[in-house]
């Protein structure tokens, strides 16, 4: 059995892509989207290339660009195989996807048009919604706990992965004649103790782990220490009759910032005031977490069998069209606004911080990674003035950045998870990690179990 690393290696975080070859039977477990700038978008191809046409199945750990970004691709390279996934995977996967198709559309046009004024010839789309459209026919969704057939002498169980709705992390096991052989993906690991949704899962026995280091080298500022600091920015926003800008994520991290005021307005430790929710994508997902209950903690549910949501909420207002949009500038006193893009790279984020960061009571209120470059980035550094849609815009407000939200284990948190699978000697590979953090997760496995981790290469094959 060889399994080669199509994505998310040698010290790549996107791309996760990853082929178990057996002599009867191919699966592709995750087909992300490198992301990045222009070298990586260089390698969004096919795994595979033309042989994947020849592929059995897929397997997804979750819906995140990053992880199925290149399932369009794949299917005009002629794979009409099943994707097996949770069902929550299944609608967050089609949202994302559909998304994706919009701003590769979007993103494309401009781009021609700078290439027609130049006199080169247009570039097409990486992909359209009819290549989507066409692949999520494919989709099957599966139980969590129950070992599902995928392939010749191939079965896989998924477990709870604690990142975002319906993830999942994977056994696979693999027979070929009289051997089995054990394979577990961890896909990406949630932190402990994060609120909605219940904590990853593990498995026990397994002859080789794929395992994301991510955040590898450190740990996360705890999560209730974040809540404070956010619900004191609040009482401060609010007395200066302030403004409060959240470039926020559309999926996971504004559903956690939604239901997380609505239990600071139900603890009544800030007075209710408008609250905005300023993203199509971010407004789909809200429902799709509205349907998928089953998927939250013990906490979550409490939470929700204790007052009314509706309630807690009354001043939550969503902002689907453009025009719902532009009418948040006409709000006056204190106010919270959450718009993509996270980064604040794109998206009506950028309105409102154009017409907010130059007043001394805004507050813009960091929750996310922030890439270098991005002008998220550029808020944090503390740079005194930044550019928006070509205009010079002085920050005068406060921007607080908490680094308790994230999605993602971090070191104790992926050693612990780990730490049931130690007793098997399993072979490691660490994936999904730059390289500083891989080598860091590598030494503390090393020192803790006396294993020695394989940090693959991008298309590496590895002979199991």
């Known amino acids: 059995m060889n399994l080669t690393f199509h994505g998310a290696a040698g010290g790549q975080v996107t791309g996760s892509a990853y082929l178990i070859e057996t002599e009867t039977a191919r699966v592709l ?41 290149r399932l369009p691709l794949l299917g005009r390279a002629g794979f009409t195989g099943p994707i097996h996934t949770t069902p929550a995977t299944v609608e967050m996967a089609g949202l994302i996807l559909r998304d994706a198709a919009k701003v590769q559309l979007q993103d494309g046009e401009r781009k021609n048009r700078k290439r027609q004024r130049a006199g080169l010839a247009p570039e097409p789309p990486l992909f359209e919604s009819a290549d989507v459209e066409r692949i999520l026919r494919q989709f099957r969704p599966v139980p969590y706990h129950q070992p599902v057939p995928v392939a010749s002498g191939i079965e896989v169980t998924f477990l709870e992965a604690g990142h975002m709705l319906g993830s999942a992390c994977l056994q696979v096991r693999v027979r070929e004649g009289t051997r089995e052989q054990c394979l577990v993906f961890s896909g990406d690991l949630g932190p402990r103790g994060a609120p909605i949704l219940k904590d990853a899962e593990t498995f026990h026995d397994a002859d080789a782990v794929i395992l994301e280091s991510t955040y590898g080298d450190r740990d996360h500022r705890p999560f209730r220490e974040t809540v404070d600091e956010f619900v004191e920015i609040l009482r401060r926003a609010t007395s200066e009759g302030g403004r409060m800008i959240v470039p926020t994520f559309a999926v996971g991290r504004a559903q956690t910032l939604t239901l997380l005021l609505a239990w600071v307005f139900r603890k009544r430790l800030v007075k209710p005031f408008p609250v905005f929710l300023d993203s199509p994508m971010a407004i789909e997902a809200w429902k799709i977490y509205q349907r998928h209950h089953e998927l939250f903690d013990e906490d979550m549910l409490a939470f929700l069998s204790e007052g009314s949501l509706q309630k807690d909420l009354a001043t939550l207002r969503m902002a689907s069209t453009a025009d719902e949009s532009k009418r948040i500038n006409d709000v006056e006193g204190p106010c919270l606004i959450m718009a993509g893009a996270g980064m604040c790279n794109a998206g009506r984020i950028l309105h409102h911080l154009k017409a907010g960061l130059w007043k001394p009571n805004t507050h813009v209120i960091i929750v996310g990674f922030q890439a270098a470059g991005s002008l998220g980035r550029r808020l944090v550094d503390g740079e005194s003035r930044v550019k928006i849609h070509g205009e010079v815009i002085a920050v005068k407000g406060t921007v607080h950045t908490l680094g308790g939200f994230s999605a993602h284990a971090g070191q104790t948190d992926l050693l612990a998870w780990f730490s049931p699978l130690a007793a098997a000697r399993p072979k490691v590979f660490l994936t999904h990690g730059e390289d500083g953090p891989r080598r860091a997760l590598a030494a503390q496995l090393t020192q803790r179990h006396r294993l020695k981790p394989v940090l693959p290469g991008l298309g590496e094959t590895h002979s199991l």
């Not at 700038?37 to 997804?60: I, M, S």
């Open 29 to 69: 477990v995750d087909c992300g989207l490198f992301q990045g700038g222009r070298p990586a978008d260089l390698l969004n191809k096919a795994p595979g290339g033309r042989t994947a046409a020849n592929f059995d199945a897929v397997v997804l750990t979750h819906g995140h660009l990053d992880h199925t970004g």
